[in-house]
C-alpha cells in the first residue's frame, strides 16, 4: 500500500503575511506570495487602500499627491477587517500563517491583527472545512520591531527559514531573536514634515529625534540604529551627500559580512531618481561580488505618509557595530 498521497497531504503549508508599511520589491513579494494586510491612507480627505500595486505607487509619486500642502494621514485597518480577512483569504490557503506587523510603537496593527488573530483561532474550522482544507490551522502575529525597509528584510529572511521547514516554534523563536540583529539607516528628505507629523500623532521617539537636531533643520542627518529605534548618527549638508554616506555604510558592511543575504533599501522617490542616487552602483557591485541580494523597492505610500515623501530607508542585519565603524 502506498503512503504517497498520505505524507503529502501532511505538508505544511506556512503562509507570511506583512503590512503595507513592509517595504519589498513588488516581483519578489508576488514571487514568494507574501500576503499584504493593507493600510487605509487619507489624503485631503480622500480614501485610498495601499496594498502595494506598483502602479498605484508609482502615481502617486508622479501626481505629487503626498508633497507638502496636502493632508496625509494612515489608518490602521481595524480587527474586524483583518478577521475578515484572516477567514478569506489564509484560513482557506495555508496550515500555519505568521503575521509580522510594523513595530507597535508606532502602529495599532499589531493589536489589531492580534485581535482578530484571537477570532479567527476560535471561529476557523467552517471557513477551513468550506475550502476543503482538513486538520487545524494554526496562527502567531510577530511585532516586527521594524519599519520599512527593516520590515522587508525580516520578511525575506523569514521566507528562507520557511523553506528550511523548521517546526512551527522554531521558526518563531528565529524570527522573533532575528528581529534584534537588524540595522536600519534612515534619511529623512525634510525635518518640517516629520516634525509636524510627529506632533499630530503624539509619536515621542520621533519628536525626540527632530529636537535633538533642534535649530538644524537645513541638515540632512542619517538616522542609524536597531530597528525602528535609530538615533542621528551623521549630519550632513544635503540628501545627495547623506545618501553616498549610507551607501559607503552599506557596501563596506557587505564586505565585512552579514547575517541573511540581503540588503533591503527602500525610497520614496521615482524610479528615475531612484537609479541616479549616488553610491547606488557601488553597492549593487558589492552586493553581486558577495552573493547577496539587494531588495531594491520604492517605499510604500504607507511608509511614505509616515516618514515624508523623498526619504530613504536601507537595512541589513549584522553582528553588533556603529555607522562611524564603517565611515
Known amino acids: 500500500m502506498s503512503h504517497g498521497p498520505m505524507l503529502e497531504a501532511r505538508t505544511m503549508r506556512v ?3 506583512v ?5 519589498l520589491p513588488y516581483e519578489f513579494s508576488r514571487k514568494h506570495d ?19 500595486d506598483p502602479v498605484r505607487t508609482q502615481e502617486f509619486y508622479q ?8 493632508h496625509a494621514e494612515t489608518q490602521a485597518f481595524t480587527s474586524e477587517q483583518i478577521h475578515d480577512l484572516f477567514m478569506e483569504e489564509i484560513v482557506t490557503q495555508f496550515d500555519v ?11 495599532l496593527i499589531f493589536q489589531n491583527a492580534t485581535e482578530a488573530m484571537n477570532s ?13 482544507r482538513d486538520g487545524k490551522f494554526s496562527m502567531r502575529v510577530i511585532d516586527s520591531k521594524q519599519i520599512f525597509a527593516g520590515q522587508g528584510l525580516l520578511a525575506a529572511h523569514t521566507l528562507n527559514l520557511i523553506k528550511k521547514k523548521l517546526s512551527k516554534n522554531a521558526l518563531r523563536h528565529e524570527v ?8 536600519t539607516c534612515v534619511i529623512p528628505r525634510d525635518l518640517h514634515y516629520i516634525r509636524e507629523r510627529a ?27 536597531q530597528g525602528a529605534e535609530g538615533q542621528p548618527a551623521a549630519k550632513t549638508r544635503n540628501f545627495d551627500m547623506a545618501v553616498e554616506k549610507v551607501m559607503n555604510y552599506a557596501a563596506a558592511r557587505v564586505e565585512a559580512g552579514l547575517l541573511t543575504p540581503y540588503v533591503s533599501l527602500s525610497c520614496g522617490l521615482t524610479w528615475t531618481e531612484i537609479e541616479d542616487l549616488p553610491g547606488l552602483n557601488n553597492l549593487r557591485e558589492a552586493c553581486e561580488k558577495n552573493g547577496v541580494e539587494l531588495l531594491l523597492s520604492q517605499m510604500g505610500i504607507t511608509s511614505s505618509i509616515y516618514i515624508g515623501p523623498g526619504s530613504l530607508c536601507l537595512a541589513l542585519a549584522a553582528e553588533p557595530h556603529s555607522f562611524s565603524d564603517f565611515q
Open 176 to 183: 522573533e531573536t532575528f528581529s534584534d540583529k537588524i540595522y
Open 19 to 23: 503590512d503595507s508599511a513592509c517595504d
Open 199 to 225: 506632533r499630530r500623532r503624539g509619536d515621542k521617539s520621533i519628536s525626540a529625534v527632530v529636537a535633538f537636531l533642534g535649530k538644524a533643520l537645513n541638515i540632512t542627518p542619517v538616522i542609524f540604529g
Open 15 to 17: 503562509g507570511l503575511i
Open 120 to 132: 479567527v483561532m476560535a471561529n476557523y474550522e467552517k471557513a477551513r472545512a468550506a475550502a476543503g
Open 63 to 70: 501626481s505629487g499627491l503626498l508633497q507638502k500642502g496636502h
Open 34 to 52: 507574501l500576503f499584504v494586510l493593507p493600510v487605509t491612507a487619507v489624503i485631503d480627505g480622500q480614501t485610498y487602500i495601499d496594498n502595494h
Open 97 to 107: 500563517a505568521f503575521c509580522e506587523t510594523v513595530t507597535r510603537s508606532r502602529s
